[in-house]
Each structure stands twice: as structure tokens, then as C-alpha cells.
């Protein structure tokens, strides 16, 4: 099956082109006939799928063969994502596929100036991606227009809805046109009962469209669990980066000041490291994963909230330096790598006082990580286990969930002036935790499970070959 076949323009074939793609994702060779055809669509697929170009090319094509006549250049697609950096990705793609069509793009998100995404909005755009927060602002100071909307696009639906959007969504679905007379694409990770609801409302006579859940567990990620002490954890992983010579690595960390002080720890042992989370003003956020995607900074020390909507080409190394509390963040993590079918390397440094959470990844993945100590950092047996600090202020996950709903309620139901300058601060939330039920493994399509097993157990016998080496210099 080619590209070719899915009845797309040349302009947008030139552009996929251009990509280096050769052939559809399963998503994307299943959606995109679909909504050519303007049908509306209920997609169950993560992020690593290639979902992205799946809604987007037919998107583009739709707009592009219906040209309208209005100098004024009405809003008439909306793509709307629950976080800033996937909101900008998108942007990007749409930007990328749609380069060889007169159609015009641009993203708005909160925590940067609003003044220069007003003055975009004035030039005109045919397609608008948008975090629902500052889409509001927006609306509310009469800056946007949604009322000649022709397609609606949720991304990663579930997410918005763990975040506590639905509010959000509410208001902005009243600011569309009526909902048959537009296309409605909704993409989820998961179908949860909020979801199915939330879908009863928007879609009319939907497709549904599903592929292979968690992708991101694919057997073309290598995971590998290496048990070591909580006060070693730095040292090893400094060695591990200088040892196997990794080049881009991201590392996941629990709390905001953790990701701080390792990247500071990490530049201290030389290497050029740097840290992104939600406190991060937004231009830090995008400085940080530029000059990481362009290999300019080797670690990138993140919290959860990079664990979705980060695409970054080919990385092939993400380290947990802590597990996460909530075992599915463990799958959206290491999904950062092995993407559109690469491989991928995701290794957990795990202290007796994370055997628990790591029984709980096991569990969900129902597979065992290999497990290998480095010589030179076998755990103290004497080291008892402490208690994990579920969130600040010991706030647990429930509470944290509850608490970023209130917040969104609270502002969704303020009665703001319209003409105000007052901008969102809910789509800066760090991201709470998504509840994913399904976790299948997948077989990849290149190599047998046999061949799997050989390499990984090669690449973990190389690996503690070379610490074996690296741990003679200490
Ligand atoms: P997404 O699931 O949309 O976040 O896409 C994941 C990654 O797959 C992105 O880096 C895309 O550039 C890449 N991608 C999308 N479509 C294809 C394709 N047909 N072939 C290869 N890579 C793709």
C-alpha cells in the first residue's frame, strides 16, 4: 500500500515526499480515505502512530479542493491538543504537509505574549491549532472567530479530559457552527465512558478507527531494568552516558526540582544537560528541546509532562531515573522512543524504594524487564526501603487529578470581561495522569520473537560487558 493509493493530492504527495516516508502508517492507510470522503471520525490511536499526517493530509486536501471566495479568510479548521509542546507539533506538521498549498496555518497556546497571536489571527488562517485555555482568552477578548469552522479536530482527547478540560470544550464547541454541519475527528489514546459521552455529543455517525494500542510497547524498544542505589543513581547514569557514549538521552524524573538538580548534577559531570518541566517559562521549554533535538544539549531531564506530544526523531535512549508513581506514565515514557517503527533503548535505574512501582509496571505490561546489575553499583542489601512522596505536599494521585479539575472549573466559570488582557494558566498544568486500561504487546514486523530475545540478550550482556570495563576505572 502506498501513499499514492489514498487518493491524496500531488502537492501533498510531494510534501510526504520530502519526509522520506514510503509507505502509510496502519492509522494513517486507514483514516485518511475516511475523511476524504468528509465522514466523521472516532480514532483509538497514541502518539507514535502516525496519527498526526493521518488527520492532517486529508485535512489540508479537504480545504485545498474547496477553496472559498472571502478575502477575509475565515477560520475553518480547528485542531485543538490538551498540551502546548504537542499543539506546536501539530502546528508544525500541519505546516510541513500542507508547504506546497496556498492554505494558511498558526498555533496559539498560553504562556507566551498574546499580542503577536492576535495580529496573526488579524492576517487571516485557514487552519487554527489551539490549547483550549488560551483559545478561550482569545475568544473572549474577540480575537478569534470560530463560527465559520468546517472541520474540528480533538487530539488525544483522554488527555484533555484528565487534564479537566471538558469545561473548556464545552465553551469552545458553543462558539462553532452547529456539529453536522462540520466534520468532527476525535482522536484518543482511550475509549473511557467520559469519552464515549463526550463522542455522543460531537460525532455524527462516526467511523471508528482503531489500531494497535501502545505502540509504545513495541518489541522494537528494548527495556532493561538496572537496580541500583538511590544515592549512586547519578554517578551511574554520568557513566553510562560517558561509557556507551550516548549522544541524546532523555531522562524521565518524579518532581520538577529533581529534574532541575540532576540537570545541574549532570553538567557538573561535564555532559551538556538541560530540564524542561511545567515551571519552565514556555520560551525555556521550547529553547530546551530545540537545542536537544538539534544535538546541541545530549541529556534532556524531564518530568511527565514531556511524556506525551515530544517527537523527536529517532531517540534512542530514555533513561527513568525515577519510576513514575503511576505505572502508565512508565509506558508514555518510553514511548518517546522506538517511534514510527525505530529502536529504541529504555533503561530504569531502580532503587529498593521503587519495587513496588516497578511490580506495578510489570503487571500492567504483563512481561518482566530484564534485569541486570552493574558491577561496581550492586545495591546495599542493608538499605532498607523508605516511602515514595506520592506529589508535593504528599498529595496523592487522586487528589492531584481533583484538584486540576477544580482549578479548570474555577476558571472556566469566571464571568470574564470581554476586552481584558487576563490569559489561561490551565493548559501550563504539569500533566496529571492519563488512565490507559489496554497494554498489548505487538509483534514487530520485521524480526521473530526468537530474534528479538537474541538481540536484547546480546545487547545486555555487551552492555554489562562494558560497565564491567568502565567499572575497573573507578
Ligand atoms: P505521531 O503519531 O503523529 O506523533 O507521529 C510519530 C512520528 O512518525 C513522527 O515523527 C512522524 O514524523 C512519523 N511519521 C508519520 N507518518 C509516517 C510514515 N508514513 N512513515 C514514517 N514515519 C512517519
Known sequence: MSFETLGLSVELLRAI???????????QHKVIPIILEGKDVMGGAQTGTGKTAGFTLPLLQRLFVTPIKNSRRPIRALILTPTRELAA???????TYGRHLPLQSTVIFGGVKINPQIEKLRRGVDILVATPGRLLDHANQKTVDLSKIEILVLDEADRMLDMGFIHDIRKVLALLP????????????????????LADRLLNHPELIEVERCKTTAEQIEQVVHPVDKRRKRELLSHMIGSLNWRQVL????TKHGANRLAQQLQKD????????????????????SEFKSGKVRVLVATDIAARGLDIDQLPHVVNYELPNVPEDYVHRIGRTGRAGNEGEAVSLVCVDEHKLLRDIEQLLKQKIPNVI????????SIQPEPIKQWRNGKDHAQRRKHTESRSRNRSSTNRPS?????????????PKPVHKHVRRKPSNTQTKSQRQHRRSNRVQEQAALFKGGSQDK
Open 17 to 27: 515526499g520530502e519526509q522520506g516516508y514510503n509507505q502509510p502508517t496502519p492509522i
Open 419 to 431: 476586552g481584558t488582557r487576563q490569559t489561561s494558566k490551565s493548559d501550563q498544568t504539569e500533566s
Open 270 to 289: 561535564g555532559l551538556s544537560a538541560t530540564a524542561i518541566h511545567g515551571n519552565k517559562s514556555q520560551g525555556a521549554r521550547t529553547r530546551a528541546l
Open 178 to 197: 452547529k456539529n453536522n454541519t462540520r466534520q468532527n475527528l476525535l482522536f484518543s489514546a482511550t475509549f473511557s465512558n467520559e469519552i464515549k459521552q
Open 374 to 381: 552493574i558491577e561496581g553499583y550492586e545495591p546495599d542489601p
Open 89 to 95: 507539533q501539530v502546528a508544525d506538521s500541519v505546516k
Open 251 to 254: 531522562v524521565f524524573t518524579r
